[in-house]
């Protein structure tokens, strides 16, 4: 069935079927799919496992593994190879908006994998699926672990953990709770990254890990998908992570590497917060506003009455217009209450004096001006994370995959790095640069 599908023979199969055989086959999950995409059996070398880990490309089918695994707890269908029923099971994913478009309500989510006669019930307000059987499938944020706290479950699932700000803190209070049943178990759904959790999981004896590249799923795939984005990435550390779900380690030539910034890793919390001597918005604009352009680089650091800097936003995003990005500038230095814009103006320094001016001429701006090469500017702040003196206060995955990818060349993709522009001019003016960079203001 799986072969007739990916061979795009399906609709004739499936036009030949009686109805009721036809709706069953589009539904039966041990048919269509992939063998990647379902649990992993003692004769694979599954063994009894308590954490499946499915390490995926972009668009490689997790979710629909991951959704699939869910529905056939709740339902009970094939115990043999999905395990035994769940009558509570969690669902973790990186944000409530992450939970509500792509678990539940994504294309590939809960309700769009069961027939309607089997469907859930869906209660966006309480974040609660429950089935017609009775089963129930709770919701919850990995930026909440304390939300995890008191919930018992047989069984959840996981999604994108390799992204989770709180990432420890989440998966242990979730095993806590992994309590109810015969045999409670937990599937993970990511594209990879080496974070110390996916680290943890794969060291871990009780993991089975099963890894999927995207062209496995080229079938299900909008036509030229591949081939563009191939022709773009292949063989790049983005291409390998992004579409071929390698977990790719630090490289050996980078500036900066995920051990040590593990180590100084903090919660960003209200006492954090009020220690901060002084907070500046660093932004690194681009020359264009394009899609395809590079992107504003957005990244604010405090520093402490100690001298340690911590990292506490990374707000960059491609696309944005000159006004867009000074807006987001101005909301960001405004959300944290900081005291200084510290922008570059290499990229038509008029243009972006006159933008943040526009959008409040009372926010105190600090210009600089790139002299020397990228590597060079990163170095002294590079020094200063290997001395302990920079710690971030949460995860930036996308900030740090740049600063872990980061050697003498560039990043491997080719691509500018624009968040680790805008962090190293954030420290530099917090840490390196003359008082008068960015005067020290007292908070309260």
Same mark, same amino acid.
């Given at each position: 069935?799986?072969?007739?599908?990916?061979?795009?023979?399906?609709?004739?199969?499936?036009?030949?079927?009686?109805?009721?055989?036809?709706?069953?086959?589009?539904?039966?999950?041990p048919?269509?799919?992939?063998?990647?995409?379902?649990?992993?059996?003692?004769?694979q070398?599954?063994?009894?496992?308590l954490?499946?880990?499915?390490?995926?490309?972009?668009?490689a089918?997790?979710?629909?593994?991951?959704?699939?695994?869910?529905?056939?707890?709740?339902?009970?269908r094939?115990?043999?190879?999905?395990g035994?029923?769940?009558?509570?099971?969690?669902?973790?994913?990186?944000?409530?908006?992450?939970?509500?478009?792509?678990?539940?309500?994504?294309?590939?989510?809960?309700?769009?994998?069961?027939?309607?006669?089997?469907?859930?019930?869906?209660?966006?307000?309480?974040?609660?699926?429950?089935?017609?059987?009775?089963?129930?499938?709770q919701?919850?944020?990995?930026?909440?672990?304390?939300?995890?706290?008191?919930?018992?479950?047989?069984?959840?699932?996981?999604?994108?953990?390799?992204?989770?700000?709180?990432?420890?803190?989440?998966?242990?209070?979730?095993?806590?709770?992994?309590?109810?049943?015969?045999?409670?178990?937990?599937?993970?759904?990511?594209?990879?990254?080496?974070?110390?959790?996916?680290?943890?999981?794969?060291?871990?004896?009780?993991?089975?890990?099963?890894?999927?590249?995207?062209?496995?799923?080229?079938?299900?795939?909008?036509?030229?998908?591949?081939?563009?984005?191939?022709?773009r990435?292949?063989?790049?550390?983005?291409?390998?992570?992004?579409?071929?779900?390698?977990?790719?380690?630090?490289?050996?030539?980078?500036?900066?590497?995920?051990?040590?910034?593990?180590?100084?890793?903090?919660?960003?919390?209200?006492?954090?917060?009020?220690?901060?001597?002084?907070?500046?918005?660093?932004?690194?604009?681009?020359?264009?506003?394009?899609?395809?352009?590079?992107?504003?680089?957005?990244?604010?650091?405090?520093i402490?009455?100690?001298?340690?800097?911590?990292v506490?936003?990374?707000?960059?995003?491609q696309? &944005?217009?000159?006004?867009? *990005?000074?807006?987001? !500038? %101005? =909301? +960001?230095?405004?959300?944290?209450? #900081?005291? /200084? @814009?510290?922008?570059?103006?290499?990229?038509?320094?008029?243009?972006?004096r006159?933008?943040?001016?526009?959008?409040?001429?009372?926010?105190?701006?600090?210009?600089?001006r790139?002299?020397?090469?990228?590597?060079?500017?990163?170095?002294?702040?590079?020094?200063?994370?290997?001395?302990?003196?920079?710690?971030?206060?949460?995860?930036?995955?996308?900030?740090?995959d740049?600063?872990?990818?980061?050697?003498p060349?560039?990043?491997?993709?080719?691509r500018?790095?624009?968040? &680790?522009?805008?962090?190293? *001019?954030?420290?530099? !003016? %917090? =840490? +390196?640069?003359?008082?008068?960079? #960015?005067? /020290? @203001?007292?908070?309260?």
């Amino acid at each position: 069935m799986s072969a007739c599908w990916r061979a795009g023979k399906l609709p004739d199969l499936v036009a030949a079927l009686p109805p009721d055989t036809t709706q069953w086959l589009l539904h039966h999950w041990p048919l269509l799919g992939r063998p990647a995409q379902l649990p992993p059996r003692a004769a694979q070398g599954g063994g009894d496992w308590l954490t499946w880990l499915v390490l995926g490309g972009r668009g490689a089918g997790k979710t629909r593994a991951g959704a699939e695994w869910v529905r056939a707890l709740a339902l009970g269908r094939e115990p043999a190879l999905f395990g035994p029923p769940a009558r509570r099971i969690a669902l973790v994913a990186e944000s409530l908006a992450d939970l509500r478009e792509v678990m539940v309500e994504g294309v590939s989510g809960l309700l769009a994998v069961h027939p309607r006669a089997e469907r859930p019930s869906w209660e966006p307000t309480r974040r609660r699926l429950e089935w017609p059987n009775g089963a129930i499938a709770q919701g919850f944020s990995a930026d909440d672990p304390e939300s995890l706290r008191g919930p018992q479950f047989d069984a959840a699932w996981c999604d994108e953990i390799a992204k989770w700000r709180y990432a420890q803190a989440a998966f242990d209070m979730l095993q806590f709770g992994l309590r109810l049943g015969p045999r409670p178990r937990q599937m993970a759904t990511t594209t990879p990254r080496p974070t110390a959790l996916v680290r943890a999981l794969l060291a871990d004896p009780r993991t089975a890990v099963t890894r999927m590249g995207t062209a496995e799923n080229a079938a299900h795939l909008a036509p030229g998908f591949l081939q563009t984005v191939a022709g773009r990435y292949a063989g790049t550390r983005l291409g390998r992570q992004e579409l071929d779900g390698e977990l790719i380690e630090d490289r050996p030539d980078a500036l900066w590497n995920r051990a040590a910034l593990e180590a100084g890793r903090v919660r960003a919390t209200p006492e954090l917060m009020r220690r901060m001597e002084r907070i500046v918005v660093a932004v690194d604009p681009p020359a264009s506003s394009s899609k395809r352009a590079d992107a504003c680089g957005l990244v604010a650091a405090g520093i402490d009455a100690e001298g340690l800097v911590h990292v506490l936003a990374d707000a960059s995003a491609q696309g &944005l217009t000159p006004n867009a *990005w000074g807006a987001r !500038a %101005l =909301a +960001l230095f405004h959300e944290l209450e #900081a005291d /200084r @814009v510290v922008v570059e103006v290499n990229q038509g320094g008029e243009m972006v004096r006159t933008i943040l001016a526009g959008l409040d001429p009372a926010v105190p701006v600090t210009e600089v001006r790139a002299t020397r090469g990228k590597w060079l500017r990163a170095e002294p702040v590079a020094a200063l994370y290997e001395q302990g003196r920079v710690r971030h206060a949460g995860a930036f995955a996308e900030l740090e995959d740049e600063l872990c990818d980061f050697g003498p060349g560039g990043l491997s993709s080719g691509r500018s790095p624009d968040r &680790l522009d805008a962090l190293v *001019w954030a420290v530099t !003016a %917090l =840490a +390196l640069a003359g008082k008068d960079a #960015a005067p /020290r @203001v007292r908070r309260v």
